[in-house]
C-alpha cells in the first residue's frame, strides 16, 4: 500500500509535533543549564545566547555542595545492585527451573511490591531504620531500594532464565558436573545479556528515585535529585544550578545506555526467534 504526499506529510507534522512535546523540555532546559543567571526570566525568550559553564562550576566546583551528592548517588546506586542481584538471580533460577506449588502466589506478590506505591514503604522503613540506628546512611537508602529493585529483576531474569533450554544443564549434569557448576559454566554465560539489562535498569530505578533519599539520608549523604531541590530557597529558585544538575543527573544512564546499548537490544530480544 503506497502513502500518499498528504499521508507523508501528516505523519512528519505528527512526528515533529510529538517531538516537540516530549524533546522540546529537555533541550530547554539543557539550553537553561548554559544560560547566565541574568538571561533566565528574559522576555521574550531568546534561543540563541553566548554559552556559559557558571551554573556548572557553582554547583560541582565551588561551592560544589552538588559533588559529594554525586559522589552518593553512584554509591548508592551501585551497592544497591551488589546487594539486589545475587538475590534476584537466586530467585528467578529457582523459579524458573523447580516446581513450586505456590509459585504463582509468589510471582504476584513479587509484582505487588513492585507497583505498590513507594510512599507506603516511607513510614515503616523511617521507623526501622531509626530503631536500629541507620537512619539518614547509606544502608538505609539502599536496603529501601530493594523494594523496587528485587521484584522488578526477578520478573525480568525469570522471563530470560525461561527462554533459555534447560537441556543444557541436564546435558552437564550427565556428564558429571553439580547443579552450580552447570550454572556457573552453562547458565550464567548465557543469561549474560539479560543481566546486564536487569542491572541497567535496577541501576536507573535507584539513581532517579528521589522518594526514599530525600527522607532516608541526611546532608552527608543526600543524593544528586535531593541536591536539585535544595535549590527551591525562600529566597526564589536558582532555575540555572537545577538544570544544571539535571543534566549531570541525566548523563551517567546515559553514558549506560550508550556504552552497552547492544546487551540491551540482545537482552530485550532474548527468546523473541527461536531457530
Do not use: C, H
Not at 9 to 23: D, M, Q, S
Not at 141 to 164: A, G, H, N, R, Y
Not at 183 to 194: D, E, N
Not at 209 to 219: A, D, G, M
Amino acid at each position: 500500500m503506497r502513502t500518499t504526499t498528504r499521508q507523508k506529510i501528516f505523519i512528519y507534522l505528527l512526528i515533529a509535533l510529538t517531538l516537540v512535546v516530549f524533546v522540546g523540555p529537555i533541550l530547554w532546559f539543557v539550553m537553561l543549564a548554559f544560560r547566565a543567571p541574568g538571561d533566565t526570566y528574559s522576555n521574550p525568550p531568546t534561543f540563541f545566547f553566548k554559552p556559559t559553564f557558571e551554573s556548572f562550576y557553582v554547583t560541582f566546583i565551588n561551592p560544589g555542595n552538588n559533588a559529594a551528592q554525586l559522589r552518593n548517588s553512584l554509591i548508592v546506586s551501585t551497592r544497591t545492585i551488589m546487594l539486589s542481584l545475587p538475590f534476584s538471580l537466586a530467585a528467578a533460577y529457582s523459579l524458573s527451573r523447580y516446581r513450586i506449588r505456590a509459585k504463582r502466589f509468589v510471582m504476584m506478590w513479587y509484582i505487588g511490591l513492585w507497583m505498590a506505591p513507594p510512599i507506603v514503604f516511607i513510614i515503616p522503613y523511617f521507623i526501622l531504620m531509626t530503631w536500629i540506628g541507620w537512619a539518614g546512611s547509606y544502608q538505609a537508602m539502599i536496603v529501601l531500594l530493594q523494594t523496587i529493585t528485587i521484584p522488578f529483576s526477578i520478573w525480568l531474569l525469570k522471563s530470560f532464565l525461561d527462554e533459555m533450554p534447560f537441556e543444557l544443564e541436564e546435558a552437564a549434569l550427565v556428564d558429571g558436573a553439580s547443579r552450580l557448576q552447570a550454572f556457573v559454566r552453562i547458565t550464567l554465560p548465557l543469561a549474560l545479556p539479560g543481566i546486564i539489562v536487569t542491572s541497567i535498569f535496577a541501576f536507573v530505578f535507584s539513581w532517579n528515585n528521589v522518594l526514599f533519599p530525600l527522607v532516608l539520608s541526611k546532608q552527608a549523604t543526600a543524593t544528586l535529585p535531593v541536591g536539585a531541590i535544595s535549590f527551591f530557597a525562600s529566597t526564589g529558585i536558582y532555575w540555572n544550578q537545577i538544570a544544571a544538575t539535571a543534566v549531570v543527573t541525566m548523563l551517567p544512564p546515559m553514558v549506560i545506555f550508550l556504552v552497552l546499548g547492544r546487551y540491551v537490544v540482545r537482552g530485550l530480544t532474548f527468546g523473541a526467534v527461536k531457530g
